[in-house]
């Protein structure tokens, strides 16, 4: 069985959608169109911007967003999942082309996630790091014991969590984790606590826009982060989406049930190749390729 999953903030590179654009005149038109709907040709950006425009989180979720789906919808009738996933910003990709949201309104509430955390994020300084070596009980565990946030936020393979807080709380937190047995503690260049308790004047924001949006029955399961399972109710999908701001990314479990539930083989579309790293790392036996 076929899975798609989807890559998240993090997989952009400039120069990513160029080739579709190029060469797929209905990728063309997708592009044109969401540059409408943004208000700024984020394709520019997108093509030949810098790397540092590129990060600005405003720019980032959108444009790794339209990667992801257009692709999916270039491939047309050879486009048919089992089941798909997407990690962290990446959900929104796989609802849209799995059919649970239009483009149009998949793009309008990336675009509304992306502003609300960056505006969460200058409101309060706060980082993420990346845990090497130790299971997720313990860390779970010695996050639990820090007298400040900073919680266990993306489960992206065994061996490997980031976690996510103030700077203050992450930084005690790499201290203890590495006493405790970690092999590394790397903080990451994030913009901000994605994944936690500091998101969620964010998550007020985006709820709204949300609840608000048409949401349609997927033409098959999407296994979404805060809980690892399948869904296919619009009232389920738009709770978990919202829930998922704060909520850490559970991935390692989102693959290990579509494993379970008969997913042999992995293609991830989008910029990059971090998700089938990852699936590896989940289980070496499944196959695993990309398309960008």
């Not at 790794?64 to 491939?75: D, Q």
């Not at 296919?232 to 479990?253: C, F, H, M, Y």
């Not at 290990?256 to 539930?261: K, L, N, P, R, V």
Request: aromatic share 6%; hydrophobic share 45%.
């Amino acid at each position: 069985m076929k899975a798609y999953v989807f890559p998240g903030q993090g997989a952009q590179y400039v120069g990513m959608g160029k080739e579709l654009y190029d060469n797929d005149a209905n990728a063309r038109e997708l592009f044109e169109k969401a540059n409408d709907i943004l208000g700024f040709r984020i394709t520019d950006l997108m093509f030949e911007g810098t790397e540092d425009d590129l990060k600005q989180t405003k720019v980032t979720q959108p444009a790794v967003f339209l990667n992801s789906v257009i692709l999916a919808k270039s491939l047309g009738d050879d486009f048919k999942p089992d089941m798909v996933a997407g990690h962290s910003l990446g959900e929104f990709s796989a609802l849209v082309a799995a059919g649970a949201l239009s483009f149009e309104e998949g793009l309008k509430l990336v675009s509304a996630r992306a502003h609300a955390m960056q505006k969460a994020c200058e409101a309060r300084p706060s980082t993420m790091a990346a845990i090497i070596g130790l299971p997720d009980d313990k860390v779970e565990e010695v996050c639990a014991t820090i007298d400040d946030v900073v919680v266990p936020a993306n489960f992206n393979c065994p061996g490997q969590i980031v976690i996510s807080g103030t700077i203050e709380g992450v930084a005690k937190a790499c201290e203890a984790l590495k006493a405790a047995g970690a092999k590394r503690a790397l903080p990451l260049k994030v913009g901000g606590a994605f994944h936690s308790p500091l998101m969620m004047p964010a998550q007020e924001e985006l709820a709204a826009a949300i609840e608000a949006a048409e949401f349609n029955t997927p033409v098959c399961p999407v296994y979404q982060n805060v809980d690892g399972k399948p869904h296919t109710d619009p009232a389920e999908i738009k709770a978990n989406l919202i829930s998922q701001l704060t909520g850490a990314v559970r991935w390692t479990q989102d693959v290990e049930a579509m494993i379970a539930d008969g997913a042999d083989e992995f293609i991830e579309l989008g910029p990059g190749n971090v998700l089938q790293g990852l699936v590896k790392k989940i289980n070496r036996n499944v196959s695993t390729s990309g398309k960008q």
